[in-house]
């Protein structure tokens, strides 16, 4: 499976790969500032769970991204995303983009060593080419 490939041909979509730049990030991963945001990849087959979520009464406001393992890490599979709809979690509604695995894994790491819930605020935005998941990452400390 390639991350944002519309069509099922192998070809990524280059307005579902997602969006963040490891040059918003300081050398040991912290984001260099609090409005540093990540885009979720790979949306498209997910807009339909992603318009019932914005369309909620108390619209979800934190993702959840679950770390990988080491196995997992080692073949680069990718890192699904999902949002809190009040205590529950949605199903996946895109992926962390490649490359920028390293920043969300490291604020997921900061956020357990300090007893917080791993939680990142997010929110849900409309774009030219349908919904996205914008991460908040500057915002989650």
Known sequence: M???????????DRHDSGAGSLAD???NLFPRFAGVILRAAGSMPFQSELAELREL???????F??????????VDAP????????SELSGVIGF???????PVDACLGRLSDRGK???IPCSIVATRHGL??????????
């Open 2 to 12: 390639v991350i944002g490939d519309r069509s099922g041909s192998g070809v990524p």
């Open 25 to 27: 990030y300081t050398y």
């Open 57 to 63: 009464p108390d619209r979800p406001a934190e993702a």
């Open 65 to 74: 991204v679950e770390r990988r393992p080491p196995a997992d890490d080692r």
């Open 79 to 86: 890192m699904p995303v999902r949002l809190w709809v009040g």
């Open 96 to 102: 962390v983009p490649r490359g920028l695995e390293a």
């Open 117 to 119: 819930a791993p939680r």
């Open 132 to 141: 996205r998941v914008d991460l908040r990452m500057g915002r989650a400390y």
